[in-house]
Each structure stands twice: as C-alpha cells, then as structure tokens.
C-alpha cells in the first residue's frame, strides 16, 4: 500500500465504524459490535474497499495500547482496595474455571497435545480469551435497573475489576512461556522484576504527576505527560522484561487513576481514542478475520466456544458467590453478570495474533461471543432482578 492510499483507507474505516456503530447503538448493542462488523464489510471479506497494511497495524496497536490505559485510568482504586477478600475470590475463581475450559475445549475438539507444543499452547491461550469480562454493559443494566449500587451490583463491579488484571497477568504468562527461549523461573522473575519496577516508577510519577496536577489543574500538559507515561511504560514493559505492552499501558493508567485530575486526563485521552485509534483497532479485527475458510466444522466449534465461555464464567463466579454467602437468586446475578465480554477480549485475540498463539479464522468465534453475551446478559438480568424484585421491575 503506497502513503496516499492509506488517507484514503482512514476515511473509509472512519466513517463506516461510525456509522456502523451507531446503527449497532439503536440496536441496543456495543458499538464496538458496529465497528468489528465495519471492519468485515469493507474489508476482503466482502466488499474488499481496505485491505490489510502494516500502517493499519501500527495504528491499531497505538489504539489497543490507548484504551488499556484508559482502562486503568477508570479505575477506582479506593472501590478496588475495599472489596475485600470476597471480590478478589469470585475474580480467581472467575479467571480460572473458563481458562481450564476452554483449554479443556480446545483440546477435546481438535485432540489432545503434549505440554509444549504449539497445540497446548493453542488450547491454553483459547481459554485465555474466556478469562476476561466487560463490565460496561452489565453497569448500563443496572444503572436501569436501579439496584447498581446495591451489594451485589458493588461486588459485580469489583470482582470485574480485579478480573481484568488477573486476565492481564494470566495473557503475560501464557505469552511469556510460549516464547522458546523463555523458561518457567524466567517469566517469573521477569513478572516479579517488572512488578517490582512498576511499583517504583508509580510511586515516584504519581507524586510527580501530582504535583504538576495541583500546580496546572485542567491543563492540557497534564494529559499530554500521562500519554507520555502510557507509551513509556508499553515499551518498557515488552522491550526490558517481555511482557505484553498493554499491560504497561494498563499499569501506567493505575498509576494516574487517583489523580485529581484522572478524569480529565481520560477524557482528553478519549477524544484520541473515540476519533481515530479506537475505531481503526476495532474496524482491524474485522479486517483480519477470515471468513473464506469458515466451514461448518469452524461454526461448530464457534457454537461450543461460546457456550462453554458463558457457562464456565457463570459457573465460577455464581458458585463463588454462593460459597460466600450470597443466596442462589444473587450468586446467580453475579454469575450472569461476569459473562459479557467485549474489548478486553479482542485485545488479547489481537495480541494472541501477533505472537503467533491464534488463527485469525477464530477472531469470528470472538466476534460471536462478544454479541451473544451483550444481547443475553441484560435480558437474562432483567429477568433475575424481575423476579426478586417484582414491584421495582414494573417501575
């Protein structure tokens, strides 16, 4: 692709992931479900206007990196910090039962393979895309709803917070041993140093940051230091410890989240993200999947993919919750509340594709599973809340 025909590729994904995304919004779907579907229409799919380039890759990676530290950025560390020990155990548990499930999945489907083959590792990094959840649209639910801020609503929000960062540093292992000339001892040390290293270079940048913050409030210095931040720390975090440069964004949004300011940061960062970075990353996953070899074995397994991925979080997390305490009607609103999935997702698919641990074929099993959750979650909640609170629903 020559430097001219890539403007022109821009303007298209744009303006097609808008409109897209605001014909999914009317449809009361995410608007990354629009975005991803832009991408599989005006890409080789089907009308083939935008083909693959390594510029709309380095623009996506921008927008991936862009959105985890917006994602860190949101954070509400104080709500993180108080949910105790219940929240952070429906997360593990959360994490782990959709890993060993789709791992378990994979391989029952396509048979199993020795420890160290790219099979197994195939099969782990399946579940790997299970672990993560997306909250956003189960907080829109409840936020209808009105029970939001109620016990259980504050504890689904929690336990998905923590979610994000146990699937964050599961996606760094996974990757990490994938890598041959990495060995187990290897990727912890290297976890554990980059650990180590981000709790210094955090606390030595929030209190910088902190006082720029009070000396130039709501000025635009401040968004443009904490970008700064976000792609130092994604170099830094792949190129000296070999780990996911995402999770450096991420780290760099946590960082900054108890900022004064936070919010203004992340707004500004926002407007990059909602105009140009976000809607290429999102319109690319389209762009990449491959719809020519979708045979009627692929539709099979995309069918059990998305089945065991909803029930295995459900499973988790409800039964987490009942061992708590929580009532069967409760645990069963977390269970059900965990289950949506959305960018979070895709970027560890987008990642998984650029190491070599996924076929694109199966960013369509993904895309399946981000709109059967979004569409079944606030049904099925309403449903539940319907049902114990049957006065309020008719409200």
Wanted: hydrophobic content about 50%.
């Amino acid at each position: 692709m020559d430097r001219i025909a890539f403007f022109r590729d821009l303007a298209i994904i744009i303006v097609s992931a808008k409109i897209c995304g605001l014909i999914a919004q009317k449809l009361k779907a995410p608007q990354v479900v629009g975005e991803i579907i832009a991408g599989l229409l005006i890409g080789p799919c089907v009308f083939g206007f935008v083909g693959h380039s390594d510029y709309l890759d380095l623009i996506a990676e921008i927008g991936v990196v862009m959105l985890m530290f917006g994602a860190g950025l949101e954070t509400n560390m104080k709500d993180l910090l108080k949910t105790g020990p219940k929240a952070l155990l429906i997360a593990c548990v959360g994490v782990f039962v959709p890993l060993a499930g789709g791992t378990l999945f994979y391989s029952c489907f396509y048979g199993f393979e020795s420890v160290g083959s790219d099979g197994f590792y195939h099969a782990v990094f399946i579940g790997t895309i299970m672990t993560a959840t997306s909250v956003g649209i189960t907080v829109q639910t409840l936020k209808e709803l009105g029970h939001l801020k109620e016990s259980v609503g504050t504890l689904i929000m929690s336990a998905a917070i923590i979610d994000d960062v146990i699937g964050i540093i599961v996606l760094t292992f996974v990757i990490g041993f994938k890598n041959p000339d990495s060995k187990p001892t290897t990727v912890l040390i290297n976890t554990g140093l980059f650990i180590v290293s981000a709790f210094a270079v955090g606390f030595i940048s929030y209190y910088i940051f902190k006082f720029i913050d009070k000396r130039y409030p709501h000025m635009r210095r401040v968004p443009i230091l904490g970008l700064a931040l976000c792609m130092f720390m994604a170099f830094a975090a792949e190129e000296f410890f070999g780990i996911a440069d995402i999770t450096g964004a991420y780290v760099a949004g946590l960082i900054l989240c108890s900022l004064k300011d936070s919010d203004y940061i992340a707004r500004k960062v926002d407007i990059n993200s909602y105009m140009l970075f976000g809607p290429v990353f999102f319109a690319s996953i389209g762009l990449k999947t491959e719809l020519d070899g979708f045979t009627s074995e692929l539709l099979l397994f995309s069918i059990g993919f998305v089945l065991v991925a909803l029930i295995t979080k459900v499973i988790g997390c409800g039964i987490t919750a009942k061992l708590l305490g929580y009532n069967f009607n409760e645990s069963l609103k977390v269970g059900v509340g965990m289950m949506t999935r959305g960018e979070v997702a895709l970027i560890v698919s987008q990642k998984g594709l650029s190491v070599g641990m996924l076929d694109a074929k199966y960013f369509a099993s993904v895309i399946l599973l981000i709109i059967v959750s979004s569409i079944t979650t606030p049904i099925v909640l309403k449903l539940l809340y319907a049902k114990s609170h049957p006065a309020k629903a008719e409200n």
